[in-house]
């Protein structure tokens, strides 16, 4: 594709997204659950660990910045105020899709977050369906070796892909390649969608042919549809795309379903989690890391201060809701804390 096409894209993205009403029509789900509050915790909430380790690397807040940007030099500013937040606070993050960079060498500084977060987990990104189109093994450790990542997003993302007026729609035997990726690659693998869920039948698949942790990504934030959408100007394909913004399988739907099918393989849950609640919530259901994306960047186009407040302002809610329900730690927290509305406790 062309390299101007590629960026005039990505700044089209980052403008949608702060100026747009691009929000799916569905929920995230979450506001069905509730916590069992426990009126004698037993614990001291000064001793209330945040901690875990993921792929050789501690994280101190199971907060994802979930994939973004990267680009355009209005991405790479972003992308700066988001790894110092993220180094500042132990956080995880992940760029934005890296093909652009692969295409045009020019564009890789735009991407170079390392240089402002040297400890945190990082992830690389590329869309699953550019195997199809021309990447292999090497452009996948290109983007890897660009950022110095700890590990490689492949994202899936048909619907967007579909409704795009340039869109790469061929997905067929997609699997294989990802599974031969999994095996040739130095650093695990994750899969992820871009914000209408995955299935607990396709994770199944996913995890056979070695994938190492999904991000469920699922309905209830932003649509990707819907950002289409703004960037159509055919009336036809307006129409088209406007009839997907209640699709997909909401966050909390797409966790609770991955999580009791894999207990054991990590899970991170992004989309639609606007809320310090939202991420605690996500927590409980068993999500090793919560994913937020809008919110962050609504947050760091003001500053990087009012960043790192609203961040502290998750982090408090996250601790006070495990010591609310006696939870001392991540795993403790994950373990029959809350309940669905309707349900017997």
Not at 44 to 66: C, M, R, V
Not at 69 to 84: K, R, S, Y
Not at 171 to 181: A, H, N, T
Not at 246 to 255: H, K, N, Y
């Amino acid at each position: 594709m062309d390299e101007e096409l590629i960026e005039s894209r990505k700044n089209d993205h980052i403008r949608i997204n702060l100026e747009e009403d691009v929000r799916s029509s569905l929920s995230n789900g979450l506001e069905k659950y509730r916590f069992i509050h426990n009126a004698l915790p037993e614990i001291d909430l000064t001793e209330i660990d945040l901690t875990q380790t993921l792929f050789n690397k501690k994280i101190s807040l199971p907060i994802l910045i979930s994939s973004m940007t990267g680009g355009t030099p209005e991405a790479f500013q972003i992308n700066q105020i988001l790894a110092q937040a993220a180094e500042k606070f132990g956080l995880a993050m992940g760029v934005g899709s890296q093909r652009a960079a692969i295409e045009n060498n020019a564009l890789k500084e735009t991407f170079n977050v390392r240089e402002f977060a040297p400890n945190i987990l990082l992830f690389a990104n590329l869309g699953a369906v550019q195997l199809n189109y021309g990447f292999g093994i090497d452009e996948c450790k290109r983007a890897v070796e660009m950022i110095n990542a700890d590990s490689l997003i492949l994202h899936l993302n048909p619907l967007q892909e579909a409704v795009q007026h340039e869109g790469d729609t061929n997905f067929s035997g997609l699997l294989k390649k990802i599974e031969i990726i999994c095996h040739k690659l130095s650093v695990p693998v994750v899969v992820k969608e871009v914000g209408w869920g995955i299935s607990d039948t396709l994770v199944k698949q996913l995890i056979t042919v070695g994938v190492a942790a999904i991000d469920v990504s699922g309905a209830g934030g932003t649509s990707w549809s819907q950002v289409e959408r703004f960037r159509l100007e055919d009336p036809i394909a307006i129409k088209v795309a406007e009839a997907f913004l209640d699709w997909g399988i909401p966050t909390a739907d797409a966790l609770t379903r991955v999580r009791n099918s894999f207990p054991d393989i990590p899970i991170f849950a992004s989309g639609g989690l606007k809320t310090g609640m939202d991420v605690a919530k996500s927590l409980a259901l068993g999500a090793n890391l919560a994913g937020m994306a809008g919110v962050f960047l609504k947050a760091a186009v003001v500053s990087l201060e009012n960043l790192e407040d609203t961040i502290t302002i998750i982090e408090k809610i996250i601790r006070i809701s495990m010591f609310a329900t006696g939870s001392k730690d991540l795993i403790s927290f994950s373990t029959g804390r809350i309940f669905k509305t309707g349900e017997t406790i």
